[in-house]
């Protein structure tokens, strides 16, 4: 058994009590000793190297020195009132200065006493200051232990009752204090050695107290690995338990249906990348194993057509299929689309969305369990009990970011076994990432686009400069192509934006008096959306306005221009989603982006990227390195992934893959989990999982 520090409460440690032990839960989530072990801290300052006054300069990012505080002064009135203290080493003078808690430190420190204090130095009229500086008694245990110190995450409530970044390092030396014998090890010699890994009772203790860089390198690289390969091996464990557990439908042959097709109803060839892709598929279809491929393709990369030959590929085995879009606006589209592909074929697409009801919704639900409906396309409302298959086949699942493992595992209740699952993501994602987050899918990628596309031009614009994107607009629309425009919503303040698309529906109206213009945005009723859709598909209106609702899958290959207002208010993934709505015809198209003049750094990089590059995937990695992984979307509805501690997404992909090739490893040797050698990791995952509740619903 795994010496099971989570069991011991933290309010018995010394300074802590049962209010803090409250807050230090509902803030932090803190509660056992084994809880604060794994509180990592997030920086570490370097404290070895005390300054000299004299040699000291505005410009350093951190300075840290001893001396003595002369005396106190308080200046100014109101909200300029500020405390300073002058203090001195011998070699000069300094200020330390605080705005608030100005009674508090008055009485906490006392002019004379030496003291190591560490902040920020500023410089203002020729003179040093540092701001709210840290203090402590040159005396004080901490500062014996010069060197690396751990910065960890406080809240404002936590600050207000003294719980500090130091007094969790307190805690945790009190824990220690407490351990009479080491963390036990949590993975298997073999996999310490083969990586050189630093023992976990070791690490544990370097990332809270390093003892120099390299002993915190190590510590790191340990814990990194050990996180990303327990969700590895849980992923890897899943998807081999799946394959086990189930067999897959055999789709043995290829019919007249999909032939048919082939032959007579594509107008183009199929890109190298598409065939490659559809061989993959077949393989699996054919396997008696149940498929869960993950299908990646850049915007326009031609997945719809992929989908749709897999459906069919069910259908010539007498099978159902399945196609879930993440909007009624898309699930629409697909329909349009795919209902116009196959005509001729004899075969019967529905459309079947939450706001199709009564008698249209019956006949549908009926067709479906007659096994006379072949392929349904719908929206999250096909997950519903009420509807059910005769045979359902296979299940494609489109923009899967929105859509979590939970719900892939609703559909495969929707036969007596589970159909094959295909997920296409427009969004690709960095490697990293997928391997985290569809660790347990097989991965196909669609890494050619078709042929005669022109890349996308891409411009930043200010919107004060807007005459050339005017002049451009005209050309383009002279010339009988269309055009899109538009405007953020951002979901907390509906009305505001809406208020901006209205404005910016009338200025467009006056400034292309000329011009018919449609407008669209996620408030409209279906019906009204659809009718202002089908203005602009069928060219009857030049221009559309809308909201980012038209962000996926609308197909409008005459459109040539993509303006986006606000670009600033966009982030990466969702303005490449927005380009790829144009450039889909063979003449050149582009892409606007209007800015305010001032922009923050990201905002530049995001735009710098977008005007550089149209590759989707260079994008995704730039977008991750931005933004860190713990904003992508995706991550927290998967499921799956669970909170990563210390790994970083961005940063660990060569820790990730090392991880990911020792976890396969175990799952070679040890398939059922039953060999004593590896016993020491299952237990220690079954106890992860207990604390990560998300993960047990999949399993
Ligand atoms: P996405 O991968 O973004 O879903 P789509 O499937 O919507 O891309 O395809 C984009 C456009 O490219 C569609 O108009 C589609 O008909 C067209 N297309 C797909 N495959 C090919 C191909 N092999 N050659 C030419 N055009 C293609
Ligand atoms: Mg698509």
């Known amino acids: 058994m795994i010496y099971d520090l989570s069991k011991v409460d933290i309010k018995y440690l010394p300074g802590v009590g049962p209010k803090r032990a409250e807050l230090l839960?509902?803030?932090?989530?803190?509660?056992?000793?084994?809880?604060?072990?794994?509180?990592?801290?997030?920086?570490?300052?370097?404290?070895?190297?005390?300054y000299r006054i004299s040699e000291i300069d505005g410009s350093m990012p951190y300075i840290q020195l001893k001396g003595r505080i002369l005396s106190f002064e308080t200046l100014g009135e109101g909200r300029r009132r500020r405390l300073v203290a002058h203090f001195t080493d011998g070699t000069g003078v300094i200020d330390l200065v605080w705005f608030q808690a100005i009674k508090y430190v008055i009485n906490r420190y006392t002019p004379g006493a030496e003291y190591v204090i560490f902040g920020k130095p500023n410089e203002y009229g020729g003179r040093?200051?540092?701001?709210?500086?840290?203090?402590?008694?040159?005396?004080?245990?901490?500062?014996?232990?010069?060197?690396?110190?751990?910065?960890?995450?406080?809240?404002?409530?936590?600050?207000?009752?003294?719980?500090?970044?130091?007094?969790?390092?307190?805690?945790?030396?009190?824990?220690?204090?407490?351990?009479?014998?080491?963390?036990?090890?949590?993975l298997t010699a073999d996999i310490v050695a083969a990586h050189s890994l630093m023992p976990l009772d070791e690490a544990i203790r370097q990332i809270h107290f390093p003892t120099s860089p390299e002993a915190l390198r190590r510590a790191q690289f340990r814990l990194k690995f050990e996180e990303l390969f327990y969700v590895q091996l849980e992923l890897l464990r899943y998807s081999s338990e799946r394959t086990?557990?189930?067999?897959?439908?055999?789709?043995?042959?290829?019919?007249?249906?999909?032939?048919?097709?082939?032959?007579?109803?594509?107008?183009?060839?199929?890109?190298?990348?598409?065939?490659?892709?559809?061989?993959?598929?077949?393989?699996?279809?054919?396997?008696?194993?149940q498929m869960n491929r993950l299908l990646q393709g850049d915007v326009g990369s031609g997945k719809t057509l992929v989908a749709l030959m897999s459906m069919l590929m069910a259908l010539d085995n007498a099978y159902q299929a399945c196609l879930i879009a993440p909007t009624e606006i898309l699930a629409a589209q697909h329909y349009a689309t795919i209902s116009?592909?196959?005509?001729?074929?004899?075969?019967?697409?529905?459309?079947?969305?939450?706001?199709?009801?009564?008698?249209?919704?019956e006949a549908i639900l009926e067709g479906l369990r007659a096994g006379d409906v072949d392929i349904l396309i719908g929206t999250h409302a096909v997950l519903e009990d009420t509807v059910e298959f005769h045979s359902l086949g296979i299940v494609v699942i489109d923009e899967q970011h929105r859509?979590?493992?939970?719900?892939?595992?609703?559909?495969?209740?929707?036969?007596?076994?589970?159909?094959?699952?295909?997920?296409?993501?427009?969004?690709?994602?960095?490697?990293?990432?997928?391997?985290?987050?569809?660790?347990?899918?097989?991965?196909?990628?669609?890494?050619?686009?078709?042929?005669?596309?022109?890349?996308?031009?891409?411009?930043?614009?200010?919107?004060?400069?807007?005459?050339?994107?005017?002049?451009?607009?005209?050309?383009?629309?002279?010339?009988?192509?269309?055009?899109?425009?538009?405007?953020?919503?951002?979901?907390?303040?509906?009305?505001?934006?809406?208020?901006?698309?209205?404005?910016?529906?009338?200025?467009?109206?006056?400034?292309?008096?000329?011009?018919?213009?449609?407008?669209?945005?996620?408030?409209?009723?279906?019906?009204?959306?659809?009718?202002?859709?089908?203005?602009?598909?069928?060219?009857?209106?030049?221009?559309?306005?809308?909201?980012?609702?038209?962000?996926?899958?609308?197909?409008?290959?005459?459109?040539?221009?993509?303006?986006?207002?606000?670009?600033?208010?966009?982030?990466?993934?969702?303005?490449?989603?927005?380009?790829?709505?144009?450039?889909?015809?063979?003449?050149?198209?582009?892409?606007?982006?209007?800015?305010?003049y001032n922009l923050s750094e990201d905002t530049r990089r995001r735009i710098d990227i977008m005007v550089e590059t149209n590759d989707g995937f260079e994008i995704a990695e730039a977008d991750l390195a931005i933004r860190g992984p713990g904003d992508l979307e995706g991550l927290r509805q998967s499921g799956m992934a669970f909170d990563l501690k210390i790994a970083n997404l961005a940063r660990d992909g060569q820790i990730l893959q090392l991880a990911r090739d020792a976890a396969r490893a175990v799952i070679g040797r040890d398939p059922d989990g039953t060999r004593p050698e590896y016993a020491l990791l299952w237990q220690r995952l079954s106890q992860l999982k207990r604390v990560t509740a998300d993960w047990s619903s999949i399993s």
């Open 340 to 361: 116009s592909m196959v005509t001729g074929l004899g075969i019967t697409v529905e459309l079947l969305t939450g706001s199709i009801k009564g008698k249209r919704r």
């Open 244 to 289: 086990k557990k189930y067999r897959g439908f055999v789709f043995s042959r290829i019919g007249r249906i999909f032939n048919d097709f082939y032959s007579h109803h594509i107008p183009f060839d199929l890109t190298g990348a598409q065939k490659r892709v559809l061989k993959e598929i077949r393989r699996d279809v054919g396997s008696g194993r």
């Open 403 to 596: 859509f979590g493992v939970a719900q892939r595992a609703r559909m495969w209740k929707k036969n007596y076994a589970p159909p094959h699952v295909l997920v296409m993501t427009a969004t690709p994602i960095p490697r990293t990432l997928a391997m985290t987050l569809y660790g347990d899918l097989d991965v196909s990628v669609i890494d050619e686009l078709p042929p005669g596309r022109k890349p996308v031009r891409t411009v930043h614009v200010y919107d004060t400069g807007r005459d050339a994107l005017h002049r451009l607009l005209q050309a383009q629309m002279d010339e009988g192509r269309q055009v899109y425009i538009v405007y953020p919503l951002i979901e907390e303040s509906e009305k505001s934006d809406l208020k901006n698309l209205e404005t910016g529906y009338r200025q467009v109206c006056e400034d292309f008096p000329d011009r018919r213009v449609c407008k669209v945005h996620g408030k409209m009723k279906p019906a009204e959306k659809d009718e202002e859709m089908r203005r602009f598909v069928s060219g009857e209106c030049s221009i559309m306005v809308a909201t980012t609702v038209i962000e996926v899958g609308v197909n409008v290959p005459n459109a040539s221009v993509m303006v986006i207002e606000n670009a600033e208010r966009f982030g990466l993934s969702q303005l490449h989603q927005l380009r790829g709505r144009v450039g889909r015809g063979a003449d050149q198209s582009y892409c606007i982006l209007v800015t305010k």
């Open 25 to 50: 839960k509902a803030e932090a989530g803190l509660s056992s000793f084994g809880d604060l072990l794994y509180y990592f801290p997030y920086k570490y300052v370097d404290r070895s190297r005390i």
């Open 128 to 186: 040093i200051n540092v701001a709210h500086p840290e203090i402590d008694k040159a005396d004080a245990p901490v500062i014996a232990g010069l060197g690396l110190r751990p910065g960890y995450n406080t809240t404002e409530r936590m600050k207000r009752s003294d719980i500090t970044s130091a007094f969790i390092q307190r805690m945790v030396a009190n824990v220690f204090a407490r351990m009479d014998k080491p963390l036990p090890e949590t």
